[in-house]
T-cell receptor, first 114, second 114 residues
């Protein structure tokens, strides 16, 4: 069965420093990969997605992620974080052959220190 | 565009009471779903629907009922609330068919069961 692991439940980082949020998945088939962001007291919104093609995908707010098939990873990065990036970030995977179901990671809280 | 609208945003119930969480979307999405979000557990799928008249169980369906009489609406019913159902509930929708899995979320409904 597919699973998604976000190794870090919380990541504290100073403002303007770079950050990487890690996501690993297990799947024996072709997948689509997603990062969603949840700002405090809000619903989730799509940050970026990998469907096919270039393994480096760029999303909103300066975030990017790299799909590494051999390591089954899809880590999220930003070169310089801002206080407004304080949020919880969720990685999700979908079997490209299935119609609907996403498998979710447990989430990583990004804490920006001034 | 309204997107996905959930009501109510907050609700307090006593054990054994019943209630319905409402969800409506105006994007003509075939797929609609209900998730619950609990600290450290990410998102867990309760029920989902792939079109009007079609519903199915997700990961944690016990204690919840759903129906889909129209494309737009997907209410979630708690027949006899229990403290274990204290959570934040999210409704999400997406395009049908071999879609890419991108979900559009409502802002959430925070339920407390005493």
């Amino acid at each position: 069965a597919q699973s998604v692991t976000q190794l870090d439940s919380q990541v504290p980082v100073f403002e303007e420093a770079p950050v990487e949020l890690r996501c690993n998945y297990s799947s024996s088939v072709s997948v689509y990969l997603f990062w969603y962001v949840q700002y405090p007291n809000q619903g989730l919104q799509l940050l970026l997605k990998y469907l096919s093609g270039s393994t480096l995908v760029k999303g909103i707010n300066g975030f990017e992620a790299e799909f590494n098939k051999s390591q089954t990873s899809f880590h999220l990065r930003k070169p310089s974080v801002h206080i407004s990036d304080t949020a919880e970030y969720f990685c999700a995977v979908k079997n490209s052959g299935s119609n609907y179901q996403l498998i979710w990671g447990a989430g990583t809280k990004l804490i920006i220190k001034p | 565009n309204a997107g996905v609208t959930q009501t109510p945003k907050f609700q307090v119930l006593k054990t054994g009471q019943s209630m319905t969480l409402q969800c409506a979307q105006d994007m003509n999405h075939e797929y609609m779903s209900w998730y619950r979000q609990d600290p450290g557990m990410g998102l867990r799928l309760i029920h989902y629907s792939v079109g009007a008249g079609i519903t199915d169980q997700g990961e944690v369906p016990n204690g919840y009922n759903v129906s889909r009489s129209t494309t737009e609406d997907f209410p979630l019913r708690l027949l006899s609330a229990a403290p274990s159902q204290t959570s934040v509930y999210f409704c999400a929708s997406s395009y049908g068919g071999q879609n890419t899995g991108e979900l559009f979320f409502g802002e959430g409904s925070r339920l407390t069961v005493l």
